[in-house]
Each structure stands twice: as structure tokens, then as C-alpha cells.
């Protein structure tokens, strides 16, 4: 007989959804117990293959990652860039400004950019001139207050921003 304090087995979460309105949990609701964690090799693989590019900084904003999209996208090999400045890809005009920001995260650790996106022109080695969108994540790691590396995931939006500044009547 079962003890009325046994809680009974383990629920999922889809499991509780369908006891809400009755019947078998759904078909699914197995990919909720003992999901499978995913090993650092293939989320290397997942940075080094994604569509987007990924750039890595350190805390003095030295590329130390560059994964083949960025390199795509602004020209440069991930050889030519590791230990250079993210200026290579900023317009020189606005490297004051972003220092500032930069500068700005470092001393109080935090970033509205990983929650919503930044659209900026960006250079490509050839020197045109494109517009990116991107977001930020801080890493850290052991002590939760220290940065170790801010990520970049990037897109090009030059065709977007050129299609809104026509239709802007520019």
C-alpha cells in the first residue's frame, strides 16, 4: 500500500500540463526526463560552424576568437586577427564612442546589448562599408564578478538598412 506522504514517480512537466486537462501525458513528454548534455566538442563545433559570425574579446577587446563566418563576412582570417583590436571592424568615427561603452561594461560588469540588438556600420578589410546587427554576452568564469571575454554574434544587415533608408525616402 502506498504511504500517503510518497509523492509517487517523478513528473515532467508535460506530464503536470496534461493532468490539467486530463488524459495521457503527450507523446513528447519523455524529452523531458534525463535530457542529454551536450559535450564541449560539439558546442565547438556549434560556435565554429554557425552562419552568424562570432567574435570573441577579451577584457582589453583583443580578438581571441573569430569563427570562418566572421572571417567571411569582414575579410580578415582568424590568424590575421587573433591579439588585434576590435577597431579593425569599427569606423574610426565611432571607436570613441564604443571605447566608451566598452570601458562602461568592464567597470560595472553588465550590457542591455545581450537583450536586445545594436544595428552599426561596420568596415570589411576591403573597406567598404556595411551595417551589422549583433548581440552581446559577457562570460565569466569561476567567481560569478569577473569577466573573461565579451561575444559578439553578428549578422549583416546591409541589405535590410539600405531597403529601409529607400523606403524612408532618403
Known amino acids: 500500500m502506498k504511504s500517503p506522504n510518497d509523492p509517487g514517480?517523478?513528473?515532467?512537466?508535460?506530464?503536470?500540463?496534461q493532468a490539467d486537462h486530463g488524459g495521457d501525458?503527450?507523446?513528447?513528454?519523455?524529452?523531458?526526463?534525463?535530457?542529454?548534455?551536450?559535450?564541449?566538442?560539439l558546442l565547438a563545433d556549434v560556435v565554429r560552424q554557425l552562419a552568424d559570425a562570432v567574435v570573441v574579446c577579451d577584457t582589453a577587446g583583443l580578438i581571441i576568437y573569430w569563427n570562418s563566418a566572421a572571417a567571411h563576412l569582414f575579410g580578415w582570417s582568424a590568424d590575421e586577427v587573433a591579439g588585434q583590436t576590435i577597431d579593425l571592424i569599427i569606423p574610426e568615427r565611432f571607436r570613441e564612442r564604443h571605447w566608451t561603452g566598452w570601458n562602461k561594461v568592464m567597470r560595472t560588469g553588465t550590457t542591455s546589448y545581450g537583450e536586445r540588438v545594436l544595428e552599426v556600420p561596420a568596415n570589411r578589410r576591403d573597406g567598404t562599408r556595411i551595417s551589422i546587427a549583433f548581440t552581446v554576452t559577457l562570460i565569466r568564469q569561476g567567481d560569478i564578478s569577473q569577466l573573461t571575454a565579451i561575444v559578439a554574434v553578428i549578422r549583416d544587415q546591409t541589405e535590410a538598412?539600405?531597403?529601409?533608408?529607400r523606403t524612408s525616402g532618403s
Open 9 to 17: 514517480p517523478a513528473r515532467s512537466p508535460a506530464d503536470d500540463a
Open 25 to 41: 501525458p503527450a507523446c513528447w513528454s519523455h524529452l523531458f526526463d534525463d535530457q542529454p548534455v551536450a559535450d564541449d566538442i
Open 161 to 165: 538598412w539600405e531597403k529601409r533608408r
